[in-house]
C-alpha cells in the first residue's frame, strides 16, 4: 500500500475519536512544547550571563577585604580591616600581569535630591574603575585623579539612581545631598542591568571619589575590595597568583594561615556561571523529557484501546489481503502521525510560551532550532517505539479469531 | 490468469471469457485434510480427512450443524487456517505449504470474501471499501478506482459509490461486501452465510446475483444453514462431524431472478 493511502487511512482513523486523538496529542504537545521552552529558558539564561560577564570584562579580578578568625569568632568576607590603598599600589607596581587597579570602599545612606529621597549604596573608587569595569558614561564626565586628591565633593550616579531621584530632570551639575553633605553631580553611568551572580541592580549606585568616601562618609581608612584588570584575559591567572603572593607578604601570612582576603578572577566565575547554567538546561530539559515520555505512554496506551477496538476491522483487512506487515505499518504510521502532528502543535505551544515567559517574566529566551529539530526527532521517536508493540499486536491477530470478535 | 482491460466494463461474457481458461481443470482439490484444534486439555478434531475437488465454474452450498466442521473448512478453504495433514490445492498451488505472506496474498488477488456481518470499513465510501483490496494489491491509482466503479456497477450499485455503509440498506451493505470481493478478479469466491443477517427478498436478490456472477463463469462456494438458500447453488456438500455426509447436484434449481418476480416487493 501506498504511503499516502497510508496515511489518509490513518488521518480517517485518528478523525475518527477526535476528542480521545487529540487529548492523546495533548502528552505530546505539552512534552515537546515544555522541552521547547526550558532549553529555550536554560539557553536564554546562559547566554545572558555569558553577556554580562563579558561586558564585566573578562580580564577583570576581584580582590576584597577576606575574613578573620578572631578568638574562634570567624567574621564574613570583607570584615578585615587589612586591605589598604597601599596594597592597590603595590599590585600596580609589582604584579607584571596587572594592568590597572581601583580601590573601593563601600556604605550606604539616604541620598536627597529636592524633595525626593532615595536609600542607596555609595561606592568610592578611582576614576580608573570605570575603564576596568568597561563601564562608559551615559551622561557628563567621571571624577578626575585631581577630585580624589582633593576629596572633591562630586558624585558619579547609577542610571537607577538617575531615575529615582530626577526623573525627566537632567542631573549634570545638580547638588545632592548624600548623609546631609552636599555632592555635585558630575556624570550619570549607563545601565549595566542586573548581576549576573546577584540579580541586584547594578545601577543602584552612587560613586564618590574614594578620599571623599573615607574622609567624610566613613571615616574608614581601609579598602573594602579592590578591582584590577590583567594584561589580557589569558593572563588573568598569572594576576591572580602574582596578587595572592604579594599581598601575603604585605600582610605577613604566615605558611600555613588563611588569607584575609580574597581573589576571584572573573574568568572563573563565568566559566562556572556557565557551568551551572548548562546543567540548569540539562536538569530542565529532562525533566521536560519526562514529560514527553509520559505523552508516548499515552500514545502506546490509546493504539492499545485502538488496536482492541478494531480488532474486526483487522480481521477484514487480513481476508481480503493484507499482510502482516501492512497492518503493523499501518498502526506504526498512524501513531507517527499522532506523536508528529502533536510535534508540531508542541513546537508552536514551546516557541509561543517562550515568548510569553520572555515578555511576563523579562527573560531572555532562545529558542535554538536545534532543540526544535531534536523535538521533532524525538516525537517521531516516540511515535515508533510506543507504537511498535500496539503494532505488532494487531499484525499478530489470528484473522479467524479477529472476524469473529465482538 | 485474468489480465485487466483497459477501458471496458466487466460484462457478463467478459468475465466467462476471463475465467474460461479455468473453467475444466479443478480450482479446489482438497485431500485427505485433518484439522486438530489445541485447546488445552480437550483437542478438538474438527476436520477428520476431508477430501473434495471443485471445478472452475461450480456453485457450491456447504452445509451442516455448528460444530460440523463447515467453518473450520470455509477457512482453510479461504487461506485463513493450515490443515494439520493432508493437502489444499488452490489452482494446482499447495497453499499448505505457503507462509503467511504469501496467504496473504492468494486471499488478496485469488479469493473474495463475503461475510455474513458484511464487515465493511464504516465511515468509508462504498467506493473506498471496494477498492481496498486494490490497496494492498499495490496497483496504480487510476487502475483502482476503474475497477472500483465498475465492481460496484456490477452489482448494481453505480449510484451509491459516496454512500456510507451507514447510509445504505442491509442488503446494499452486502452488495457493496460483493463488489469489494470481486475488486480484484478472484477465481473462486467464498462467501460464509452471506444472507444469514438479510431477509427472504435480499436474500434472493443476494442470491440472483450470485447465480449471475456464476453464470459468468466465477466459481462460488457458499456456506450456509438454510436449504432454501443452498438450493439456488449447483451442488450441496453436507458436513457432520468432521466429515463429508453427503455431496449431491441440486435438483430443480430455483432462477433468482424468476423468484423474485412472485415475492411481494419491499420499498428499501
Redesign the interface.
Known sequence: MDLISILRIAMRALSRNKMRSALTMLGIIIGVGAVIAMVGVGQGASKQVQDQISAMGSNMLFVSSGTVNRGGLRLGWGQTKTLVYDDMKAIVQQAPAVKEAAPGSATTAQVVFGSDNWFTNVQGTEPQYFDIRSWPMQEGVSFTESDVTSAADVAVIGASVRQNLFGAEDPIGQTVRISKLPFKVVGVLSAKGQSAAMGQDQDDVIFVPITTLQKKLTGEPWLRYIVVSAVSKDATYAAQQEITGLLRDRHRIRQGQDDDFMVRNLADVAQLADQSSRVMTMLLASIAGVSLIVGGIGIMNIMLVSVTERTREIGVRMAIGATEEDVQRQFLIEAVVLSLMGGAAGILFGVGSSLIISKLLGWAVLVSPLAIVAAVIFSAGVGVFFGFYPARKAARLDPIEALRFE | MATVTKNGAITRTKLAELQGLTLEQPVIRVEDVHKYYDLGENKVHALRGVSVEIAGGEFVAIMGASGSGKSTFM?LL?C??KPSSGRYLLEGTDVSQLD??AL??I???KLG?V?QGF?L?S??TALENVE??T????LPKEERLQRAKESLQLVGLGDRMEHFPSQLSGGQQQRVAIA??LV?RPSILLADEPTGNLDSRTSVEIMQIFQTLNEGGLTLVLVTHEPDIARFAKRTIVFRDGKIRRDEPVKDRPRAAEMLKTLPTVED
Open positions: 477457512n479461504g485463513l487456517d503467511k505472506k496473504a496474498a486471499r488478496n488477488r470474501f461475510f464487515n470499513l465511515r468509508t481496498l483490496p490497496l494492498y494489491a499495490r469489494r470481493a480484484n
